[in-house]
């Protein structure tokens, strides 16, 4: 099996930073496109930011210039970096990615990670 574990999140002061992890973890499987989600009580779950296959970042115009997704395919790990944290950045965040399980799928697959409650407070 294939799974997405997250570590990472808290409770934080505005203005002060956090960083968030992902792994994907489990053997014979290849990880295609990965991306940050968040979803704060009562809204929509929104895109922070997403890594393509050839490794170009896209972010959230709400996050841009705060906050930095890095890749690390050799061991299969997805982290965001959170500067400058406001309180809007509440929020249960959540990484996912396109895996395919060799000799099991024929195609790519969506998976989500457990989620991570980040808290932005004075």
């Given at each position: 099996q294939v799974q997405l574990v997250q570590s990472g999140g808290g409770l934080v002061q505005p203005g002060g930073s956090l960083r968030l992890s992902c792994v994907a973890s489990g053997s014979a499987f290849s990880v295609g496109a990965m991306a940050w989600y968040r979803q704060a009580p009562g809204k929509q779950r929104e895109l922070?930011?997403?890594?393509?296959?050839?490794?170009?970042?896209?972010?959230?115009?709400?996050?841009?210039?705060?906050?930095?997704?890095?890749?690390?395919?050799?061991?299969?790990?997805?982290?965001?970096?959170?500067?400058?944290?406001?309180?809007?950045?509440?929020?249960?965040?959540?990484?996912?990615?396109?895996?395919?399980?060799?000799?099991t799928d024929i195609g790519y697959k969506y998976y989500w990670g457990q989620g991570t409650q980040v808290t932005v407070s004075s």
């Open positions: 922070v930011a997403n890594i393509t296959s050839a490794g170009r970042n896209n972010y959230a115009d709400s996050v841009q210039g705060r906050f930095t997704m890095s890749r690390d395919n050799a061991e299969n790990t997805l982290s965001l970096q959170m500067n400058s944290l406001k309180p809007e950045d509440t929020a249960v965040y959540y990484c996912s990615a396109w895996i395919k399980r060799f000799y």
